[in-house]
């Protein structure tokens, strides 16, 4: 016998899963849950066994599962969900059901996750109840494997089905699936469920059965979108070219030659700020944590999409991502520790302080373990009540959260306050020069150098590295595509990467150049604004791909894709905080200072 377990359903237009039997599906004699892991919770996968008995390598032709009666509220139900769009979740052998779909030209097909609960069609019902379940096989008689799926599709259709009284089969009659006249709901006080099983053999091997599932159409546009990549990268590396070759060069060389002392009072450009370029920005505090939550997020990342690519998070391991992803941002706590306080030495540094980083090192400590993941978890905890109330499967049940909270307390905590102390008794990094005690006055500024300006602009480039790539892992996350092209993201991440260090350098290298110090939040947000961008897109594809009409799904889409948008900003303006202060010390220990 071959299992076939039934999974939620699930609606692009309202984001809210529920669970396979909320609708009056037939059911076994007693309804098992499989045992979940922290991801499927997350993302309200409900597994249950179901009554379907599939037999392998045996054809089946009409088989009556069940029939049930339809009363008013069953009827209701089904009509809500038919006009939301909802899906129908199976799963044999860990691969999901899928509905394929061919290209017009033939040539292609594609497939995508379950199949429609119904249709509604000039304002009349149609339920599917009945499905052609065709499983693909493979064996390989010269090396024994024995007979292994590698395929799942169904076909539904909807059918007013004949029934006949037979003592012979399960349930006491059986079924005519050979009347062509579809199921429609409001004509009808009872439902009558049957299948057809459909064996064929494959070629495609069991380790390769994914492929098809995971084939996405657009493959085109994938490389579109990496040659869109590089080709930014390769103009923020050519100005910063000419930036570093041409004219840091010049200045370097400038400032270097023996003057005299009316040639000294002439100089300009960032030479001048020398005595300012390291003085404590305004909230150093926050800029230390945002750091510190930056580092830990990319240590997350990188470390998930490495396992990822390796196929260490197999699609069949339903959940693995995430839990993977969420275990890791535990785990890089000690980054986040070390990162924000290490950064809160050098403003230390640069003063030439030393009595006051105890103190504000905890601060600092607190603040990175407590700030943005409690910022998160509020964030989360209220959409979940929505949630909660909308008696969906999709909400995380109480028990999962005190996991999730003692995950933060007990893992995340713990390792940023070990990362805080390493940070503490390391030697700080020695500055190129030092801080004068006397704040330079900033000429006045023209508004093209305005930092606000500067940092908008900025981050557009980071974001059009990764925005077609984007489409695609948005489409996965909220129309229930399949998506598991790690090579492409991890290739799309290094080149983010990149241009966030690039762009935040090109930021800062031109505000020193009209003699402005405070340098420090421009370079954080040079690159970190395409957060907000993020932001910006997001309504872009809510108004454009999306059909959700309601509060509770709206609210859900805003509110994790404005935790996403700050997670992104903390990511891209972490790397280029990081390497515009790693340009700055290496120009200023450069020159020659009096």
Request: with cysteine; glycine share 8%; charged share 15%.
């Amino acid at each position: 016998m071959v299992e076939m377990k039934v999974n939620k359903l699930i609606s692009s237009k309202t984001q809210l899963p529920y669970s396979y039997y909320t609708l009056p599906y037939c059911r076994p004699k007693t309804i098992q849950d499989s045992a979940e892991n922290l991801g499927e919770t997350l993302m309200g996968d409900l597994i249950e066994n179901s009554p379907y008995e599939i037999k392998a390598l045996v054809n089946e032709t009409c088989k009556t599962l069940c029939k049930k009666a339809l009363v008013d509220k069953d009827k209701q139900k089904f009509r809500v969900m038919i006009e939301d769009a909802y899906e129908v979740n199976w799963i044999i052998d860990n691969l999901p059901a899928a509905t394929r779909y061919q290209s017009v030209d033939g040539q292609s097909f594609t497939y995508a996750e379950g199949f429609f609960v119904g249709l509604l069609q000039q304002g009349k019902y149609y339920i599917h109840n009945h499905a052609t379940i065709e499983l693909k096989y493979h064996s390989n008689p010269e090396v024994y494997e024995g007979y292994r799926i590698v395929g799942f599709e169904i076909e539904p259709r909807s059918l007013v089905q004949l029934t006949a009284e037979n003592p012979n089969v399960a349930g006491g009659f059986e079924s005519n699936c050979d009347v062509s006249t579809p199921f429609e709901l409001d004509g009808h006080s009872e439902i009558v469920y049957t299948y057809d099983v459909l064996w064929i053999e494959s070629e495609v091997r069991w380790v390769s059965r994914w492929d098809s599932y995971l084939k996405i159409t657009g493959g085109k546009i994938h490389w579109f979108a990496i040659i869109n990549s590089l080709m930014i990268l390769l103009f923020l590396s050519g100005m910063m070219a000419m930036i570093l070759i041409r004219t840091l060069h010049r200045d370097i060389t400038k400032y270097n030659e023996l003057v005299t002392e009316e040639e000294k009072q002439e100089d300009t450009g960032w030479k001048l700020v020398h005595g300012d370029v390291f003085r404590r920005p305004a909230y150093s505090t926050l800029l230390s944590v945002s750091v510190g939550a930056g580092l830990q997020v990319l240590g997350m990342s990188l470390v998930t999409l490495i396992f990822a690519c390796l196929g260490l998070l197999s699609p069949a391991r339903r959940g693995a991502l995430l839990q993977s992803a969420l275990l890791l941002y535990a785990f890089m706590g000690s980054f986040a520790g070390y990162g924000a306080v290490r950064f809160n030495k050098i403003f230390e540094s640069g003063e030439g302080i030393t009595e006051a980083i105890t103190k504000r090192s905890k601060l600092t400590t607190m603040m990175t373990a407590f700030l943005y993941p409690g910022i998160f978890f509020i964030i989360f905890f209220i959409l979940n009540l929505f949630i909660w109330g909308e008696k969906s499967s999709g909400a995380v049940p109480f028990v999962t959260l005190f996991a999730l909270v003692i995950l933060w307390f007990g893992v995340s905590v713990p390792l940023v306050l070990i990362g805080a102390g390493l940070a503490v008794n390391a030697e700080p990094i020695s500055l190129p020069v030092r801080v004068c005690q006397i704040p330079r006055q900033i000429p006045e500024q023209v508004w093209m150098q305005n930092s606000i300006y500067s940092s908008l602009t900025g981050g557009i480039l980071p974001f059009a590295a990764v925005f077609a790539e984007l489409f695609f892992v948005m489409s996965s996350i909220w129309q229930h595509q399949f998506y598991y092209l790690f090579g492409f993201l991890a290739l799309v991440l290094v080149i983010l990467l990149v241009t966030c260090a690039e762009i935040s350098i090109a930021v800062t290298y031109y505000q020193l150049t009209s003699e402005n110090y405070n340098w420090w939040w421009p370079s954080f947000f040079g690159s970190g604004t395409s957060g907000l961008y993020l932001f910006i897109y997001s309504v872009f594809y809510y108004s454009t791909r999306l059909q959700i009409d309601q509060f509770v799904p709206s609210l859900l889409y805003f509110g994790y894709m404005f935790l996403a948008s700050v997670v992104f900003c903390l990511l891209t303006g972490s790397i280029g905080l990081v390497g515009s202060f790693f340009f700055v010390k290496a120009i200023y220990g450069s020159i020659k200072v009096d």
